[in-house]
């Protein structure tokens, strides 16, 4: 039997097709079932960026079958951490919440080549912030 996981993180962009696509399945891969993951976007798209797709099979990660979903209230209350990616005002604020913006380019409209270092900045990002929630349970 699995314990609850130690936090709860939301990702959130525009068009939850690229960058929260990319964070949340590095979140997913490298944490497991220890953090509870979600994404979402204030605009969703049609589908997550065939680029960003491509890039993390590349990094061995599976993000084919996501699918952009709308940012909902409570998507934001049920995580512990909220980490906006270019979304701004969109993003309800509520006390106890860590809230961190991560200034990202937009891999949207780019190819693969130019969306490889968006992804490993995404990926530098993830294991710090796995660290921090780590050592926030250690405390």
Not at 15 to 40: C, K, P, W, Y
Not at 57 to 68: L, N, T
Not at 94 to 122: C, H, M, N, Q, S
């Amino acid at each position: 039997m699995s314990s609850a996981p130690l936090a709860s993180v939301l990702f959130v962009c525009v068009h939850n097709a690229g960058r929260s696509q990319m964070a949340a399945g590095f979140l997913t891969h490298l944490a497991g079932d220890r953090i509870e993951v979600r994404s979402a976007g204030s605009i969703p798209g049609d589908q997550v960026n065939p680029a960003a797709v491509e890039a993390m099979k590349e990094a061995g990660v599976d993000i084919s079958a996501a699918k952009p979903k709308i940012l909902t209230t409570e998507a934001v209350q049920a995580s512990d951490y909220v980490i906006t990616m270019g979304c701004g005002d969109a993003c309800p604020i509520f006390p106890g919440k860590t809230y961190l913006d991560w200034a990202l380019e937009d891999p949207a409209d780019k190819g693969v080549d130019a969306v490889r270092p968006i992804r490993d900045e995404i990926k530098t990002r993830i294991e710090a912030l796995i660290a921090e929630i780590d050592a926030k349970q250690d405390a």
